[in-house]
Nanobody
Framework: QVQLMESGGGLVQPGGSLSVSCTAS????????MAWYRQAPGKQRELVAA???????NYADSVKGRFTLSRDNAENTVYLQMNSLKPEDTAVYYC????????WGQGTQVTVSS
């Protein structure tokens, strides 16, 4: 089993910055990829960014150049730095860990509004 603990999120004005983090515990050796997804009201959950165990990252086109995903292997934590936030970035952000099974955090709200 893998447990995911998310932190960060909140309310920010358009153009502002925010970060979220996700710390994994448990059978972390089984994890190959960690990622952030988001789900806005009335929409499907979508991939925001992912990072593989080797460090390769992948971003949704909508966040490229604005979001940065990084990983601290010693702390088993991934960080999503979100800059130049837009109202359409408003969503519940979920951390996911993927290996033989997939695991999800409980989600953290990010609201971009003036």
């Amino acid at each position: 089993q893998v447990q995911l603990m998310e932190s960060g999120g909140g309310l920010v004005q358009p153009g502002g910055s925010l970060s979220v983090s996700c710390t994994a515990s448990g059978n972390i050796g089984s994890i190959n990829v960690m990622a952030w997804y988001r789900q806005a009201p009335g929409k499907q959950r979508e991939l925001v960014a992912a990072i593989a165990s080797g460090g390769k990252t992948n971003y949704a086109d909508s966040v490229k150049g604005r979001f940065t995903l990084s990983r601290d292997n010693a702390e088993n934590t991934v960080y999503l730095q979100m800059n130049s936030l837009k109202p359409e970035d408003t969503a519940v952000y979920y951390c996911g860990a993927f290996g033989l099974r997939e695991y999800w955090g409980q989600g953290t709200q990010v609201t971009v509004s003036s």
